[in-house]
């Protein structure tokens, strides 16, 4: 693996956002974690998924209805992924441990893994973010050429078409690929993967084994293999492809940077909190649908900063965020919609394209 290290020997930046954003939390004196907007968002979105579930396999619903209700039922699981299990894997959703361990395991009910997760998000790509070569979340190459250091195809000249059905089976292939491969090569990309202990082990299997009972047996048995094929076909779809745009606008658009790490030990001439600010960027901030779908995750430049304060307090910490940026010199990379920067992502896409 790559060594890459931050020029972290002067911190001023980061001191002086933690000055102000301590006091923030200091002088209203609020927790960091999750609140009750949290709380009721995950009384409504779990129930409402398992309301969902319940009703397609048991109630007489006309075929359309429940095509559509697939759907639904997908964007609200991305929206669980967003909500509850992220702040929880983060540490963030609650100040008792086992509240965050065990809504982390949402995941787990999601398709994927929560050990592997935290791995592969918190410590790789929260500490590398946009580092070619360490950041999962920019290795899919060849099939997607997401910087410039990345080796170009022919192929790529047509990504910015082929890549949204690319991200609609994304969830699929997490859920029936990705995680196996990271779990018997034991490794995210060039990095070995933490030893996993044997309660690790066994909530890996236990928890693909009740997935495969939950989504595929039970509607199976209840609804026939045709019925159950369609609706688990659009329920992924739907989910892979707002999972996948979602966390694409966060760093794979125009403004944000990239860093390559090669085979020699790199030193980036930032220190870590200005490197999360210039590969990252917000979008849609005054679109309170958005953010309360997405769990704040259109506030990634907060988050990134902040992994372990609960999205709930974003909007607040933004103003604090932006503020001491301008007083850095730094570039505040933010669209003011969804769709400006869905654009923009696109449009990075196209140009990576191109380029040979």
């Not at 595929?216 to 739907?238: K, N």
């Not at 979008?283 to 769990?295: E, L, S």
């Not at 988050?303 to 503020?323: C, G, K, T």
Request: hydrophobic content about 45%; overall charge positive; proline content about 4%.
């Amino acid at each position: 693996m790559a060594k890459v290290t931050f020029n972290n020997k002067n911190k001023a930046f980061f001191n002086a956002l933690k000055t102000r954003v301590d006091a923030y939390f200091q002088e209203n004196k609020i927790k960091r974690t999750g609140n009750f907007e949290l709380y009721a968002k995950t009384a409504v979105l779990i129930p409402g998924a398992v309301l969902i579930y319940v009703s397609l396999l048991f109630f007489p619903i006309p075929a359309a209805v429940k095509l559509l209700m697939s759907g639904v039922l997908g964007a609200i699981l991305a929206s669980i992924g967003f909500n509850v299990m992220h702040d929880a894997c983060h540490g963030s959703y609650s100040s008792k441990k086992w509240v965050n361990d065990v809504l982390g395991l949402t995941l787990n009910a999601l398709g994927g893994n929560a050990f592997i997760w935290k791995f592969k998000h918190n410590i790789i790509h929260h500490t590398y973010t946009n580092v070619d070569g360490l950041d999962d979340d920019i290795a899919k190459s060849p099939l997607m050429r997401q910087c410039r250091t990345q080796k170009w195809v022919p192929a790529h000249r047509y990504q910015h078409i082929y890549v949204v059905l690319v991200y609609a089976i994304s969830s699929f292939a997490w859920v029936a690929m990705m995680d196996f491969n990271k779990y018997f090569k034991a490794r995210v990309n060039n990095t070995p993967l933490q030893k996993m202990t044997f309660s690790d082990h066994l909530v890996f299997w236990v928890s693909k084994v009740l997935y495969v009972i939950f989504y595929v047996a039970i509607p199976v048995y209840f609804l026939g293999w045709g019925p159950w094929a369609i609706g688990f076909t659009v329920m992924h779809l739907v989910m892979g492809l707002t999972l996948a745009l979602v966390f694409q606008l966060a760093h794979v658009v125009e403004h944000a940077e990239f860093e390559f790490a090669g085979a020699d030990p790199v030193q980036i001439e930032n220190e870590w909190a200005i490197h999360q600010v210039k590969t990252t960027a917000n979008f849609a901030p005054r679109n309170k649908f958005i953010n309360w779908f997405v769990g704040g995750l259109n506030y990634q430049i907060e988050h990134h900063l902040f992994p372990r304060i609960s999205h709930v307090h974003y909007p607040a910490l933004s103003e604090i965020v932006q503020d001491t940026c301008k007083q850095f010199n730094l570039t505040y990379n933010t669209f003011p919609t969804m769709t400006a920067a869905v654009a923009s992502h696109f449009r990075m896409m196209k140009q990576l394209g191109q380029e040979e």
